[in-house]
Nanobody, 125 residues
Framework: VQLQASGGGLVPPRGSLRLSCTTS????????VGWFRQAPGKEREWVSC????????YYADSTKGRFTISRDKAKNTVYLQMADLEPEDTAVYFC???????????????????WGQGTQVTVSS
């Protein structure tokens, strides 16, 4: 399974951006799909996760209330809608997936074996 992340870019503070994660392989319905991010000089940080079969959705405290994860089954795509962006959200964002996994409210890099390439998000005026 190859994940493809897209949608990054430059956005001013308090702006919005939508990231997409898709694959031409099997249905993402059978996978928990999430997002991590990595800012320069910092460790990768979990952002959000959608459980297998579009079950429970979880967010890191730093993104709760501003980010929304969703699925489009027909397009085999998972989205991360980001609103009210802050300069601290600047990072490379990675799409991740793990088959038949239930997300929790605290995830780490080791929870996911499938990683897409990153997409850069820069929040700056």
């Amino acid at each position: 399974v190859q994940l493809q992340a897209s949608g990054g870019g430059l956005v001013p503070p308090r702006g919005s951006l939508r990231l997409s994660c898709t694959t031409s392989g099997p249905s993402l319905e059978n996978y928990a799909v999430g997002w991590f991010r990595q800012a320069p000089g910092k460790e990768r940080e979990w952002v959000s996760c959608s459980s297998t079969g579009d079950g429970g959705k979880y967010y890191a405290d730093s993104t709760k209330g501003r980010f929304t994860i969703s699925r489009d089954k027909a397009k085999n795509t998972v989205y991360l809608q980001m609103a009210d962006l802050e300069p601290e959200d600047t990072a490379v964002y990675f799409c991740v997936a793990e088959p038949w996994m239930v997300c929790t409210n605290s995830l780490i890099v080791a929870n996911f074996n499938l990683w897409g390439q990153g997409t850069q998000v820069t929040v700056s005026s």
